[in-house]
């Protein structure tokens, strides 16, 4: 059942958690934990110290930050003072740190004293009225870096201005730039509205999400994933977190075996490495782990099956886009599923599947391109406006992605109009061969890009990551996909590496590997 109370604007929401459950632990790291009463209140002061600043309402401010208590207050210090945050990956290079910070505009930066020189490199890239505030990441720093605003006493010190807190949530209130996996990154403008639409329509009635829970994060915060779930949904409802600052299986497994933990967001690949690294522990249970969810990539149906069998959990399967504040379907707890699938669409979300040409509706269990209309899809792109007309028409999102439902509206991602391979004139997802592939016992990983040829336009090209201190027979491999494959659709390169290049919401960056090809 939708959720509309979760809709709120963020000082509203703060208020009520902080009125409800002031005491209470909203978020927490490795170094430091914040209640809900401190959260409202530290977010008000940062937000009167970025007034005092001269952030303007609508004016970008960026977050340069690990996964950390500070990133969270930070962006919501940021929607408080009217802005509009802007996260940046904390192991960004400097040329694409200084393409954010020039493209959105940015007025001030959260980063760290670890990232100082850094910026001090980026002089005459970036906006010059730029303010840095900073995260003393250990107290042996301070000394080593002079000028900025330290964050720790903005936080503590009362501010000359108050909180804007605007009432309005269906303004700009996130840059959140896209993964880039074709190119350069687009910024996607989104609302509190939308993101929290998702939260109201997925997270709390499908997933369970609720007050109760409390979150194991490994989710990288700069994704619009993380930033839907594992920060507002998690304020919305009034759950508690703990946000890894990187993600580590090991660690993972540590944490959720302590018992505190109800609730585990991840990638595919995050569940992945779960079970390649317990393999020797077949009796391990997670006491409190209620459900876990998957999102950000595509999740072959056999890693789903094998992690429920191996753990007891459910693990949920949803398909979610920058684009559309997250979550465009969500596999529900409790309900019947189809092995493969993503689940139905939210409901309240229309979803149609289309010839990418014609632009008409396909039948039920035909390939074609989703589209996307709702109360959760983007503003548009931050000053570009042709990509912006390309992408959304009458108000339906096309997501290049190529999808099928079926007729009892269970969708299925089969890859991307862009990332398809055409073999002289047949066409071929990189997906379907992908999923072959790892089932094979030597592979730990994969990606397959189409190269180019002569005389059939392309061939799939597959990389290979083996399992640790074992060797990955090619040939043998080969034979396996001929038996679950088209002879056509049988990679025609195989090149054995150390990694995939992946996003941190786990999906594949295949114009790296096509480089490789060239």
Not at 226 to 235: C, D, K, Q, T
């Amino acid at each position: 059942m939708f959720q509309s109370e979760l809709i709120a604007p963020v000082p509203e929401l703060l208020e009520r958690q902080a009125t409800a459950q002031g005491e209470r632990i909203a978020f927490r790291d490795a170094r430091s934990a914040v209640t809900y009463a401190d959260l409202e209140a530290v977010t008000g002061r940062l937000a009167g110290h970025l007034a005092d600043l001269g952030v303007q309402p609508g004016e970008s401010v960026a977050i340069f930050l690990p996964n950390s208590v500070e990133w969270v207050e930070s962006c919501l210090a940021v929607v408080r003072a009217g802005g509009v945050a802007v996260p940046i990956s904390y192991d960004a290079t400097a040329g694409e740190v200084a393409y954010r910070l020039a493209d959105a505009g940015c007025r001030a930066v959260v980063t760290t004293d670890e990232r100082v020189a850094l910026l001090d490199g980026l002089r005459g890239e970036v906006p010059e009225a730029i303010a840095p505030i900073l995260v003393e990441r250990g107290p042996e720093r301070a000394a080593e870096t002079p000028g900025g605003l330290r964050f720790a006493e903005l936080a503590a010190r009362e501010p000359a201005s108050a909180p804007r807190d605007p009432r309005d949530i269906d303004v700009p209130a996130f840059i959140l730039y896209t993964s880039g996996t074709t190119g350069r990154a687009k910024g996607v403008l989104l609302t509190v509205h939308g993101m929290l639409w998702v939260t109201a329509a997925c997270w709390a009635p499908l997933a369970g999400l609720a007050r109760d829970d409390t979150v194991l994060s490994p989710l990288p915060l700069f994704h619009s994933y993380a930033l839907n779930l594992s920060v507002l949904s998690i304020l919305a409802v009034g759950a508690s977190e703990y946000l890894m600052e990187k993600y580590s299986t090991g660690e993972a497994v540590r944490l959720l075996q302590s018992g505190a933990y109800s609730f585990f967001p991840g990638v595919p690949t995050m569940f992945h490495y779960f079970l390649q690294a317990t393999q020797q522990q077949p009796g391990l249970r997670f006491p409190a782990l209620r459900v876990c969810v998957s999102a950000g990539a595509i999740m072959p149906a056999t890693l789903n099956r094998e992690f429920e069998e191996r753990f007891g959990v459910p693990l949920l399967d949803g398909y979610g886009i920058t684009e559309t504040s997250t979550m465009v379907t969500m596999n529900p707890l409790g309900a019947e599923r189809v092995p493969g699938s993503c689940g139905p669409a939210l409901p309240g979300l229309e979803v149609r599947i289309v010839d990418p040409l014609s632009g008409a509706e396909v039948p039920a269990g035909a390939e074609g391109e989703l589209i996307v209309r709702g109360p959760n899809v983007m503003l548009g792109y931050h000053d570009k406006p042709a990509e912006t007309a390309a992408a959304l028409r009458d108000g339906w999102y096309h997501t290049g992605d190529l999808a099928k439902r079926d007729a009892a509206g269970f969708i299925t991602i089969t890859g991307r109009l862009k990332e398809l391979i055409i073999r002289g004139g047949q066409n071929i997802a990189p997906a379907e061969i992908e999923e072959v592939v790892n089932l094979w016992e030597e592979v730990l990983d994969c990606a397959v890009v189409g190269m180019a040829h002569e005389h059939l336009g392309e061939v799939p090209a597959l990389f290979v990551v083996a399992q640790p201190e074992r060797a990955v027979d090619v040939e043998a491999l080969l034979a396996h996909c001929r038996t679950y494959l088209s002879a056509y659709k049988v990679p025609a390169l195989v090149r054995l590496v150390e990694e995939i290049p992946r996003t941190g919401s786990g999906k594949i960056i295949r114009f790296r590997l096509k480089e490789t090809l060239e």
